[in-house]
C-alpha cells in the first residue's frame, strides 16, 4: 500500500470513518471514476487544488465530478486571487500528485470549500490518495472531516 493510500486510511479511520477504499484502475476523469463507481458523475468528489496569489498556500475547492470551479467566484471565496497550483505545490502541501489528490490525508492543513450539489446525494465518491483508488463518504462526513466551507463556487 503506497503511502498516500496509508494517510487516507488512516485519516479516514481517525474520523471514525470506515475506510472502504476501492481500487477502480486508472481513472483520469470524474466520469470514468462514476462509471467505475456505478454512480451519478456528479457523485464525484472531484479535489481541484488552487493557489492562493497572496498567500502562496494551496486552497482545496471539493466540487461535483460535473461542475467547474469557476476562477472568478472561487477567488471571492478565498478571499484572495487564485492561480493555477504546480505540482510541486500541490505535493508539498497535500503529499499527494495531482490526479490523486484526496480531500482528506494532507500532509498540512489546507483551506477548503465545498461544492453545494455534493449535498443532493447520500453517498459520494472521493480520490484515496493515488489516480486508482476512490473511497465512499456522506457528504455531511466529507464537510466535517476537511472543514470546508460550503460556497458557492462553480460556473
Not at 488512516?10 to 474520523?15: E, M, S
Not at 470513518?17 to 467505475?36: H, M
Not at 472531484?46 to 465530478?65: D, H, P, V, W
Request: some cysteine; charged content about 15%; aromatic content about 6%.
Amino acid at each position: 500500500m503506497s503511502k498516500s493510500l496509508k494517510r487516507v486510511t488512516r485519516a479516514l479511520q481517525d474520523a471514525g470513518l470506515p475506510a472502504d477504499i476501492q481500487e477502480l484502475g486508472l481513472a483520469r476523469t470524474a466520469a470514468q471514476a462514476a462509471e467505475v463507481a456505478g454512480c451519478a458523475v456528479d457523485q464525484i468528489a472531484k479535489s481541484m487544488i488552487f493557489r492562493g496569489e497572496t498567500s502562496g498556500e494551496a486552497i482545496l475547492f471539493l466540487t461535483a465530478g460535473g461542475n467547474q470551479v469557476d476562477v472568478t467566484k472561487a477567488s471571492v471565496v478565498a478571499g484572495e486571487p487564485l492561480g493555477r497550483a504546480d505540482a510541486a505545490l500541490v505535493r508539498a502541501q497535500t503529499g499527494f500528485a495531482i490526479g490523486g489528490v484526496s480531500p482528506v490525508g494532507h500532509l498540512s492543513p489546507i483551506r477548503a470549500f465545498l461544492d453545494p450539489r455534493l449535498a443532493d446525494f447520500t453517498q459520494i465518491w472521493a480520490a484515496a490518495g493515488t489516480p486508482h483508488h476512490i473511497f465512499p463518504i456522506t457528504p455531511v462526513d466529507l464537510q466535517r472531516v476537511t472543514a470546508a466551507q460550503t460556497a458557492d463556487f462553480t460556473a
